[in-house]
């Protein structure tokens, strides 16, 4: 079965300001002793997707498909 979700506005730019370290973090790089880069970087992230796109779900997709 497969299922194809459409993002309208999904070309879109959004702009983010992320530390070296956090673009280091979520390219893969491992910060051993300190997962908190990591966290704070998808936690910026996830709030820039929020603020540019209202999560009105019409057609049942849960959230977590779109990410």
């Known amino acids: 079965m497969s299922t194809q979700v459409k993002i309208p506005q999904g070309d879109s730019k ?12 979520l390219a893969g790089i491992r910060f ?3 997962h908190n880069i990591e966290i704070s970087a998808r936690k910026k992230l996830n709030e820039a997707l929020e603020e540019s796109y209202e999560f009105e779900n019409e057609q049942g997709v849960p959230r977590q498909m779109l990410n």
């Open 14 to 25: 959004v702009t983010v300001e992320l530390t070296i370290k956090e673009v280091m973090a």
């Open 32 to 34: 051993h002793g300190n």
